[in-house]
């Protein structure tokens, strides 16, 4: 065993680290839930940004953080405001450079609620994030993989839409391809959870089907299978939700093979229920039932470059579809549930 070593530390003010940073380091706390910065100084706010990725002597990083100055700014104002008494960010903060806003956020005595600084800062740090994650050529060459993997097996028979081949066909009453998520909705996704600030935006891209019942989008979801549509290796555990259908109580109904999904004079009370011990989405209305899995799909791009990319796949029943269409949980009341939570996080309440 080696000889035992302490630290050595010349003075207290080596390691002059707020608490309240540690409990954004170590703590599990976002920083999007932080009260304050602790800069004084131009000097310390440049580092600070070196420290983050970005240098101002570099004018790359220079006019990349004024595009995202600006990008959130629109945010701000199209999405988030109103709210409530505030009608507008006030015109002085506006002017204010990258390192004004670090310093001035390390002083929200100086300010009136909602101390525009931090949250000028909190909205520059998500829509940094939400641009900078992003790789569009990986984006448009799984959109375009992910188009020829489900396409080919659609197919139409005068009004009619099914999924399948000649040996098996699913009708649908809808299918979708969720081409990309608009920055707006990509900011308001990252800043809307209550916890840390989620830096992993898995449905940018997606497929929806909608199937007449839930016998049928089973059976799809076979299909997806032993087509090797989709890959049970690369499914994310972490984020599948089944609130469509009970598992138990659907291996019990198909026991006997397919032709159980014969479906015609099935009475509604036969059908399997939802009853399952899930984590929900507190944003999602509880009748919004689906299945809902993410894959990882292999992008190659060129000859030498490989990578793993996210979508999302859902599968409703024509119930489940008409439902979230016509009640509480069109999407439009989820975005605004959503947003409520946002503005909530990033101004507070007057004190």
């Known amino acids: 065993m080696s000889k035992y070593r302490v630290p050595v530390v010349r003075s207290s003010s080596e390691l002059t680290v707020p608490w309240e940073s540690l409990m954004t380091i170590i703590g599990g706390r976002s920083v999007i839930d932080s009260g304050r910065l602790h800069v004084n100084s131009r000097e310390e706010a440049r580092k600070y940004l070196l420290a983050y990725g970005f240098d101002l002597n570099d004018s790359g990083d220079f006019n990349l953080i004024n595009e995202i ?5 629109v945010y701000l104002t199209d999405t988030l405001l109103p709210y409530g008494s505030l009608r507008e960010i006030p015109s002085q903060y506006l002017s204010y450079s990258i390192e004004d806003l670090i310093i001035e956020a390390s002083h929200p005595q100086r300010h009136t609620w909602p101390y525009w600084p931090c949250v000028q800062l909190k909205l520059l ?6 641009l900078l994650t992003h790789d569009r050529l990986v984006h448009d060459k799984a959109l375009e993989l992910i188009r020829e993997r489900f396409t080919r097996h659609l197919q139409k028979t005068g009004n009619d839409l099914w999924f399948g081949d000649q040996n098996c066909l699913i009708p649908l009453v809808d299918f979708t391809i969720k081409e990309d998520k608009s920055f707006a909705r990509s900011m ?7 916890g840390n600030l989620a ?8 497929v929806r089907f909608v199937t007449y019942d839930i016998f049928s989008a089973i059976l799809l979801i076979k299909y997806l299978r032993s087509r090797n549509i989709i890959s049970p290796a690369n499914t994310m555990p972490e984020h599948t939700r089944n609130s469509l259908a009970e598992l138990k109580e659907i291996r019990e109904l198909y026991k006997d093979g397919t032709s159980q999904f014969i479906v015609d004079d099935t009475p509604e009370e036969a059908l399997p229920k939802s009853d399952l011990n899930i984590k929900p989405n507190p944003h999602s209305d509880k009748n919004y039932r689906m299945i ?8 190659r791009i060129g000859k030498n470059r490989r990578v793993f990319t996210p979508y999302e796949i859902q599968i409703l029943d024509q119930k489940a579809w008409l439902d979230a269409q016509r009640g509480r949980a069109a999407h439009r009341a989820y975005e605004k549930r959503q947003l409520t939570e946002v503005r909530k996080r990033l ?4 004190d």
Do not use: W
């Open 347 to 350: 101004f507070g309440n007057p």
């Open 199 to 206: 830096l992993h935006l898995h449905d940018r891209l997606g």
């Open 125 to 130: 740090h998500c829509a940094a994030h939400a």
């Open 188 to 194: 308001t996704k990252l800043l809307h959870k209550p």
């Open 69 to 73: 100055k600006d990008l959130a700014l």
């Open 292 to 299: 809902k899995l993410t894959e990882r799909l292999l992008v």
